[in-house]
């Protein structure tokens, strides 16, 4: 058998670390998944057979016990994330100038989010998409065509900016010759439901086996040495009313979901 998948995830007790620690080994045996969080940090696993090897750590408070753990991994996944923007930003800069401090440096992917592009289609607050938030279908003149993933960051508030500085992160990391994607994540959540009182969630829902299978996409298109380092893409799944382009992933990288919001609804 082909040597393990060693992935490390820094925040990986959340909605989207659970999901990673518990459908990536679904889908290749060879991923063996550690996480690095801070102590206490609640597990949002649910499945039993979710991967559960843990490191309590604050890497805000140990630096340098944070970079002694980053050795011998091939792929690391930045979640974590603080609702302070100036020690967000902080925080971002230490992980990757950590990261590229390695020999050899592992692909990396960088969490970012739908909201990094807010200003793109105001959430859901007008034209069109206020329209579709409210599933007001039959009211719709002209369907908005997709957000492209190419579009560059457009935010409207910290949130939205801390995300952009994860990506631009990701593309100096690119620059440098290294193998880099951001994941504009959806909405994930643990239970997977997109019955969510979220406005308009049924549009930017992402199951969490759908985000797995998008990480799973990347690392193999970055083994088989076709991975477009530097790009960010939209992690949605395929629900009927998306209003994000995820056909350039599909293309580039073969991300296929298997999810549909709409599987809720009557």
Not at 40 to 61: H, K, N, S, W, Y
Not at 97 to 124: E, K, N, T
Not at 209 to 215: G, I, K, N, S, T
């Amino acid at each position: 058998m082909d040597r393990s998948y060693r992935v490390l995830l820094i925040g990986g007790r959340g909605n989207i670390g659970s999901g990673l620690r518990t459908y990536l080994p679904k889908l290749d045996p060879r991923y063996r998944v550690v996480s690095i969080d801070l102590p206490g940090a609640p597990d949002r696993a649910t499945e039993p057979d979710a991967q559960r090897v843990f490191i309590d750590l604050d890497l805000m408070a140990d630096p340098e016990a944070f970079r002694s753990h980053l050795e011998g991994y091939d792929l690391i996944v930045y979640l974590s994330r603080t609702r302070d923007y100036p020690r967000m930003r902080k925080m971002t800069d230490l992980v990757f100038q950590a990261i590229q401090s390695l020999d050899p440096v592992p692909m990396v992917i960088g969490s970012s989010s739908v909201h990094a592009v807010d200003d793109a289609y105001r959430f859901f607050n007008e034209g069109e998409y206020a329209v579709l938030a409210e599933r007001r279908f039959a009211d719709i003149k002209e369907w908005p065509k997709p957000i492209p993933a190419t579009l560059p960051p457009c935010p409207i508030n910290d949130y939205g900016r801390e995300k952009a500085h994860v990506e631009e992160w990701v593309e100096k990391m690119a620059a440098n010759g290294h193998a880099a994607v951001a994941m504009r994540w959806g909405g994930v959540n643990w239970q997977n439901t997109a019955l969510m009182t979220e406005r308009g969630y049924f549009a930017v829902w992402c199951h969490q086996e759908d985000a797995a299978r998008m990480v799973h996409a990347c690392y193999t298109s970055h083994l088989a040495g076709r991975l477009v380092s530097g790009a960010h893409y939209f992690v949605i799944s395929d629900n009927t009313y998306n209003i994000f382009d995820i056909d350039t992933p599909r293309r580039e990288v073969g991300y296929d979901p298997l999810h549909n919001a709409e599987s809720f609804y009557p």
